[in-house]
Antibody, heavy 119, light 108 residues
Framework: EVQLVQSGAEVKKPGESLKISCKGS????????IGWVRQMPGKGLEWMGI????????RYSPSFQGQVTISADKSISTAYLQWSSLKASDTAMYYC????????????WGQGTLVTVSS | QSALTQPASVSGSPGQSITISCTGT?????????VSWYQQHPGKAPKLMIY???KRPSGVSNRFSGSKSGNTASLTISGLQAEDEADYYC????????FGGGTKLTVL
């Protein structure tokens, strides 16, 4: 079974750093892209960026370029999303999903990681 | 890049058919047959329902179908069931990836 398992919920203060993870299993991790998607409370899905773990090729949405860093460690089939200085507006659910570079679908999705930033 | 335009809400009675539209531009929906659709129930992760405009992944009911005309893609759900009540999002490729704003489907 293809599965993506994300790290647990986080509560942080503004200005703190954070790195959340997404571990893939049941498929060749280096043969598909991994995408990250933000969903703010009560809002829709926003594409943040994708990474190809095979060679770490990374693409960012213009809206998120410079705001977050996407990385991957193919030796442990894990992708990461990190912030160097969190803001209250980063409070959201973050999903990772396997992404086809040919058909451009996202499937399956991880269970989501809720990030809460509050002083 | 602007989000794709979806109606905020649609509704239908059990057994009826509904269609959700997803309007983009000639640079995204109109240029590529790469629209995908996702279903999201409250508190759950999204689920892929349609890819490449009209293809269904294994396990997705054939009550779900997709199509495209010009710069607008559409998701049709026939034989509405209570379990179809959810939010639906389209996604297109245009060098980048962009989601629609989402449509809340209510089954009356």
């Amino acid at each position: 079974e293809v599965q993506l398992v994300q790290s647990g919920a986080e509560v942080k203060k503004p200005g703190e750093s954070l790195k959340i993870s997404c571990k893939g299993s049941g498929y060749s991790f280096t043969s598909y892209w991994i995408g990250w998607v933000r969903q703010m409370p009560g809002k829709g899905l926003e594409w943040m960026g994708i990474i190809y773990p095979g060679d770490s090729d990374t693409r960012y949405s213009p809206s998120f370029q410079g705001q977050v860093t996407i990385s991957a460690d193919k030796s442990i089939s894990t992708a990461y999303l990190q912030w160097s200085s969190l803001k209250a507006s980063d409070t959201a659910m973050y999903y990772c999903a396997r992404h086809s570079g040919v058909s451009r679908w996202f499937d399956p999705w991880g269970q989501g990681t809720l990030v809460t930033v509050s002083s | 890049q602007s989000a794709l335009t979806q109606p905020a809400s649609v509704s239908g009675s059990p057994g009826q058919s509904i269609t959700i539209s997803c309007t983009g531009t000639s640079s995204d929906v109109g240029s590529y047959n790469l629209v995908s659709w996702y279903q999201q129930h409250p508190g759950k992760a999204p689920k892929l329902m349609i890819y490449e405009g009209s293809k269904r992944p294994s396990g997705v009911s054939n009550r779900f179908s997709g199509s495209k005309s010009g710069n607008t893609a559409s998701l049709t759900i026939s034989g509405l069931q209570a379990e179809d009540e959810a939010d639906y999002y389209c996604c297109s490729y245009a060098g980048s990836r962009v989601f629609g704003g989402g449509t809340k489907l209510t089954v009356l």
